[in-house]
């Protein structure tokens, strides 16, 4: 099946090298509306995009954030923030009897929220010819970027968001195979899950031969057992949501 939706979406890659060029004026906004009109739980919109400008602060924005040089070259960089602060006010406003922000539910609400605008403003850009990286490094130093974009209560800095114009084509990366992610009636058995992430493994090995590629061991298990490991980096995260108010209640 294609149809230029479909060969859109299946054409995403991550771009880290941009031209030196701007968005046209009006752009981003276009692109911000179009991340608006997603869906979203409940009407509640439990997402603020924040767009940082004045160099030096992009400047030490992209240091908290692993210092990647696709933050410094992209025309446009965003935070993307779960934001539950807007629904916290209308609580107070009308003097409500509860504000359930310390449970998981509210961060999970907002995450998706902000998940979801996401990825329609990636869609978007890329439609226009734009190319796009998440920067997940956003949650490094969730303390010193929530002081630097000065976030108040139940906001919480969830990724940034590199946009530009793409100064490189990368081929697009493979996926796992449909049957790892589409299960039929029940979760699939995690025999015949092996078999299929084994068949990925050797997919990822010879994409990043291709690549030109050769260093270390590039099975996608063998990374992501490593990847998942590394979780505990972020433990400042806990305290950061603790304090804006998402006590994530057990
Ligand atoms: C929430 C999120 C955070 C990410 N963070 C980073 C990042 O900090 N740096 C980076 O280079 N890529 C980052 N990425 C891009 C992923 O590495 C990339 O999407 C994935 O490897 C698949 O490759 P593709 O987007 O080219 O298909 C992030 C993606 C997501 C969704």
Not at 68 to 74: D, K, L, M, R, Y
Not at 149 to 170: K, M, N, R
Not at 191 to 208: C, G, P, W
Request: aromatic letters at 6%.
């Amino acid at each position: 099946m294609s149809n230029p939706t479909i060969d859109l979406l299946m054409s995403h890659r991550s771009i880290r090298r941009f031209e030196d060029r701007p968005l046209p004026d009006g752009v981003l906004e276009t692109l911000i509306r179009c991340g608006q009109q997603a869906s979203t739980s409940s009407n509640l919109q439990a997402y603020t995009a924040i767009h940082v400008t004045d160099p030096e602060r992009k400047k030490r924005l992209a240091e908290l954030c692993a210092d990647q040089a696709q933050i410094h070259q992209s025309a446009a960089f965003l935070a993307f923030c779960a934001d539950l602060h807007r629904d916290w006010m209308a609580n107070q406003m009308h003097e409500a009897e509860r504000f359930d922000g310390d449970y998981v539910e509210a961060l999970m609400i907002a995450t998706v929220d902000v998940a979801l605008m996401m990825q329609n403003v990636a869609i978007a850009a890329e439609a226009m010819g734009l190319g796009i990286c998440m920067i997940g490094a956003m949650r490094n130093n969730p303390k010193a970027v929530g002081a630097l974009l000065g976030l108040p209560s139940h906001v919480v800095a969830v990724a940034g968001f590199c946009i530009g114009y793409p100064a490189q084509a990368p081929e697009v990366k493979p996926r796992l195979p449909l049957d790892a992610v589409l299960h039929r009636e029940h979760y699939l058995d995690d025999e015949k899950h092996r078999a299929i992430l084994a068949d990925y493994d050797q997919t990822m090995v010879e994409f990043y031969a291709s690549q030109g590629m050769h260093t270390g061991d590039q099975r996608w298990t063998k990374v992501m057992a490593e990847r998942t490991g590394q979780f505990h980096a972020r433990e400042e995260l806990d305290e950061f949501l603790t304090a804006q108010g998402f006590q994530l209640r057990r």
